[in-house]
Protein backbone atom coordinates (compact mmCIF):
# COMPACT_ATOMS: atom_id res chain seq x y z
CA UNK A 1 0.00 0.00 0.00
CA UNK A 2 1.13 3.75 -0.55
CA UNK A 3 -0.55 6.58 0.87
CA UNK A 4 -0.25 10.07 -0.93
CA UNK A 5 -0.24 13.37 0.08
CA UNK A 6 -0.24 16.63 -1.97
CA UNK A 7 0.57 20.26 -0.90
CA UNK A 8 1.63 23.10 -2.52
CA UNK A 9 -1.72 24.49 -3.99
CA UNK A 10 -2.81 27.72 -4.19
CA UNK A 11 -3.85 30.75 -6.00
CA UNK A 12 -1.33 32.91 -8.01
CA UNK A 13 -1.23 35.43 -10.87
CA UNK A 14 -0.72 34.29 -14.78
CA UNK A 15 2.31 33.96 -15.21
CA UNK A 16 3.60 33.33 -11.87
CA UNK A 17 5.33 29.95 -10.31
CA UNK A 18 3.86 26.83 -7.38
CA UNK A 19 5.68 24.01 -6.66
CA UNK A 20 3.69 20.90 -5.97
CA UNK A 21 4.63 17.94 -3.40
CA UNK A 22 3.60 14.70 -3.17
CA UNK A 23 4.96 12.64 -0.05
CA UNK A 24 4.55 8.71 -0.29
CA UNK A 25 4.33 6.25 2.40
CA UNK A 26 5.01 3.03 1.76
CA UNK A 27 8.31 1.03 0.89
CA UNK A 28 9.79 0.94 -2.47
CA UNK A 29 9.13 4.15 -3.39
CA UNK A 30 12.21 4.39 -5.40
CA UNK A 31 11.03 1.41 -7.28
CA UNK A 32 7.46 3.29 -8.46
CA UNK A 33 6.62 5.72 -11.93
CA UNK A 34 4.92 8.84 -9.94
CA UNK A 35 2.71 10.61 -12.64
CA UNK A 36 0.76 14.12 -11.87
CA UNK A 37 -2.71 14.72 -13.20
CA UNK A 38 -5.20 17.47 -13.48
CA UNK A 39 -8.89 17.73 -13.23
CA UNK A 40 -10.23 21.27 -14.25
CA UNK A 41 -14.26 21.95 -13.45
CA UNK A 42 -16.55 20.34 -16.22
CA UNK A 43 -13.20 18.56 -17.87
CA UNK A 44 -11.49 14.91 -17.49
CA UNK A 45 -9.19 14.41 -15.47
CA UNK A 46 -5.85 14.41 -17.52
CA UNK A 47 -1.67 13.73 -17.58
CA UNK A 48 0.39 16.35 -16.43
CA UNK A 49 3.59 14.60 -16.18
CA UNK A 50 5.30 11.49 -15.00
CA UNK A 51 8.98 10.24 -13.75
CA UNK A 52 10.03 6.68 -13.92
CA UNK A 53 11.77 5.32 -11.01
CA UNK A 54 15.02 5.56 -13.21
CA UNK A 55 14.39 9.45 -13.42
CA UNK A 56 13.01 9.20 -17.07
CA UNK A 57 10.19 12.01 -17.24
CA UNK A 58 7.65 12.65 -19.78
CA UNK A 59 4.80 15.61 -19.83
CA UNK A 60 1.89 16.60 -21.79
CA UNK A 61 2.33 18.76 -25.00
CA UNK A 62 0.54 21.77 -22.74
CA UNK A 63 2.84 21.75 -19.69
CA UNK A 64 6.37 21.27 -21.83
CA UNK A 65 9.18 24.19 -21.14
CA UNK A 66 6.80 25.76 -17.88
CA UNK A 67 6.19 22.33 -15.46
CA UNK A 68 9.25 19.86 -14.02
CA UNK A 69 8.86 16.83 -12.44
CA UNK A 70 11.37 15.70 -10.13
CA UNK A 71 11.72 13.65 -7.04
CA UNK A 72 13.53 12.58 -3.77
CA UNK A 73 13.73 9.25 -3.14
CA UNK A 74 15.59 9.36 0.18
CA UNK A 75 12.19 12.08 1.56
CA UNK A 76 9.94 10.01 -0.57
CA UNK A 77 8.51 13.44 -2.46
CA UNK A 78 7.54 13.96 -5.70
CA UNK A 79 7.73 17.72 -6.61
CA UNK A 80 5.69 19.52 -9.45
CA UNK A 81 7.72 22.78 -10.59
CA UNK A 82 4.97 25.21 -12.20
CA UNK A 83 6.23 27.92 -13.88
CA UNK A 84 4.34 30.65 -16.64
CA UNK A 85 1.62 29.66 -15.24
CA UNK A 86 -1.64 29.91 -17.42
CA UNK A 87 -5.73 30.82 -16.38
CA UNK A 88 -6.32 27.12 -18.06
CA UNK A 89 -3.59 25.38 -15.50
CA UNK A 90 -6.62 26.05 -13.10
CA UNK A 91 -7.81 22.43 -12.13
CA UNK A 92 -7.18 19.95 -8.92
CA UNK A 93 -4.25 18.57 -8.93
CA UNK A 94 -3.90 14.85 -8.09
CA UNK A 95 -0.15 12.63 -7.67
CA UNK A 96 -0.22 9.24 -8.36
CA UNK A 97 1.69 6.14 -8.35
CA UNK A 98 2.06 2.87 -10.56
CA UNK A 99 4.53 0.21 -9.74
CA UNK A 100 6.13 -0.16 -13.19
CA UNK A 101 7.26 1.69 -15.93
CA UNK A 102 6.41 4.73 -16.98
CA UNK A 103 2.54 5.19 -17.92
CA UNK A 104 0.14 8.26 -19.20
CA UNK A 105 -3.20 6.41 -18.50
CA UNK A 106 -4.51 7.47 -15.26
CA UNK A 107 -6.10 3.48 -15.41
CA UNK A 108 -2.42 2.54 -15.01
CA UNK A 109 -2.16 4.42 -11.95
CA UNK A 110 -2.63 2.37 -8.59
CA UNK A 111 -2.59 5.05 -6.12
CA UNK A 112 -4.00 8.30 -6.06
CA UNK A 113 -4.11 11.58 -3.49
CA UNK A 114 -6.83 13.45 -2.34
CA UNK A 115 -5.72 16.36 -4.99
CA UNK A 116 -4.56 19.64 -3.96
CA UNK A 117 -6.16 23.09 -5.98
CA UNK A 118 -4.08 24.96 -8.29
CA UNK A 119 -6.10 28.52 -9.23
CA UNK A 120 -4.31 30.60 -11.68
CA UNK A 121 -6.24 34.34 -12.12
CA UNK A 122 -6.09 36.16 -15.11
Known amino acids: QVQLVESGGGLVQAGGSLRLSCAASGRAFSSYTMGWFRQAPGKEREFVAA???????NYADSVKGRFTISRDNAKNTVYLQMKSLKPEDTAVYYC????????????????WGQGTQVTVSS
Open 96 to 111: AAIYGNIATNQKSYDY
Open 51 to 57: ISWTGYT
